[in-house]
């Protein structure tokens, strides 16, 4: 059985970090000229009392009365977040009871951060190719912002908080093509929370400044920018002609090329070191931030709504970050 | 590849400062300027440039522009 997009949602706590309000925080520093440089000029944050799975329900009930879905035909919850409501049960049971959907349904988490949506297609296709299950919901939610230390000018300039609800079924818009997925785990330390959970369960308060003058903790969010940027530029070009490969297409047969919104200034790098046209390249960040696993999702709705699709177009989807891990698939508009 | 060259490809990378005084001997992690993003851009550049893969590492273990040089040379010639 082939495996489809059918439907699309998304969405983004209320409260918003403008450039400016970053500026009024950290007045020696120039987040003008920097935010312009990554292309962000704000980010929706979640308040103190709306997590992760809030918004993944949000996004999900917004996905079922956009496209007229009801819940009960849902028979698998795929949960992608790195911010999951407990240790235990997985999050993903907790968001059956809360959407109503059938108990019937199988429903499991799964940890992964920027590379979490292509790995939730590639699953929910395995679904569906084995007769598991035939309407699958894929949920990517993150709440970075929880993570980052408050005086983390860096952290707080890049990350956004959004959540996106992906319905894949027997039949839909676009195939799921063929996928291409990589791990490293020796990058593990360089986009890390070590403290909080069961191998150093107690978060340090003491303050660490990173080798650039951010202010973190071993509890908070650390990010070794220049080593990450390093990492794509290395595995990403590579990743992209895998998949292209893997799919038996050649790159101007592409119509977009959907990678992780990470920041701008790295996606255009790689943009220009695969050699694609800037039309065919799609940047949806300014208004939101890096979302993490719900980058690839808001950016891929947004551009359906802006770019023309004719049967048997192609876009190319491709995430990578946090592990690292990566993952690389073509979908086929039908 | 020449230094006076890649300095002042290095110096590039710097947006405000008056960047006409770097020399191969420039501490440029004490430059005003110096952060996550200009590493970044000094990582694209060679990359760009040279064809050649800087880590994080790289620039954490250099000190003065010439060292980055240094890496830089070393690691075209292999």
Redesign the interface.
């Given at each position: 059985m082939q495996a489809f997009i059918k439907a699309i949602s998304y969405h983004l706590p209320q409260n918003q970090l403008t450039n400016a309000d970053l500026s009024a925080l950290f007045p020696e520093w120039?987040v003008e000229?920097?935010a312009n440089?990554?292309g962000i000029s704000t980010r929706h944050i979640a308040a103190e009392d709306e997590f992760a799975s809030d918004m993944a329900i949000a996004a999900a009930q917004k996905l079922f009365a956009a496209h007229n879905i009801n819940p009960t035909e849902i028979d698998f919850i795929l949960y992608c977040t790195q911010s999951p409501d407990y240790f235990l049960p997985s999050t993903a049971c907790i968001i059956q009871d809360k959407l109503s959907i059938p108990v019937k349904a199988g429903a499991l988490d799964f940890n992964l951060g920027c590379s979490g949506y292509v790995y939730g297609l590639a699953l929910a296709k395995g679904l569906i190719a084995a007769g598991i299950a035939t309407n699958i919901l894929l949920l990517t939610a993150e709440t970075y912002s929880k993570f980052i230390h408050p005086k983390d000018k860096?952290n707080r300039t890049i990350f956004g908080d959004a959540a996106a609800a992906t319905l894949i079924s027997t039949e839909g818009f676009a195939a799921i093509g063929n996928f291409e997925l990589g791990t490293d785990g020796k990058g593990a330390e360089?986009l890390m929370v070590k403290q909080g959970a069961i191998r150093y369960p107690e978060k340090s308060a003491d303050t660490v400044h990173?080798?650039?003058?951010?202010e973190q903790s071993l509890g908070s969010l650390y990010m070794?920018?220049?080593?990450i940027?390093?990492f794509t530029?290395?595995e990403i070009p590579a990743l992209i002609t895998d998949t292209l490969k893997k799919n038996g297409v050649r790159k101007d047969e592409i119509g977009q090329f959907i990678l992780h919104q990470a920041n701008r200034?790295?996606l255009e790098?790689l943009r220009?070191?695969m050699d694609i046209a800037s039309e065919n390249f799609y940047i949806y960040m300014a208004a939101i931030g890096n979302t993490v696993s719900s980058s690839v999702p808001v950016a891929l709705d947004e551009a359906m709504k802006e770019k023309q699709v004719t049967p048997q177009t192609k876009w190319l989807l491709a995430g990578f970050g946090v592990g690292y891990s990566w993952a690389g698939t073509v979908i086929t508009f039908i | 590849m020449n230094i006076e060259k890649f300095i002042s490809e290095f110096a590039d990378q710097f947006d405000d400062l008056d960047t006409s005084s770097f020399t191969a001997e420039t501490l440029f992690k004490e430059n005003d300027e110096w952060s996550s993003m200009t590493a970044l851009s000094v990582i694209a550049m060679v990359d760009d440039v040279y064809a050649v893969r800087l880590t994080g590492d790289d620039i954490r273990n250099s000190k003065v522009i010439q060292d980055i040089y240094d890496i830089v040379l070393k690691k075209s010639n292999s």
């Open positions: 120039g000229k920097i440089k990554i860096g360089n990173d080798d650039y003058g951010n070794n920018g220049p080593e940027f390093a530029s290395k200034y790295m790098h220009k070191k | -």
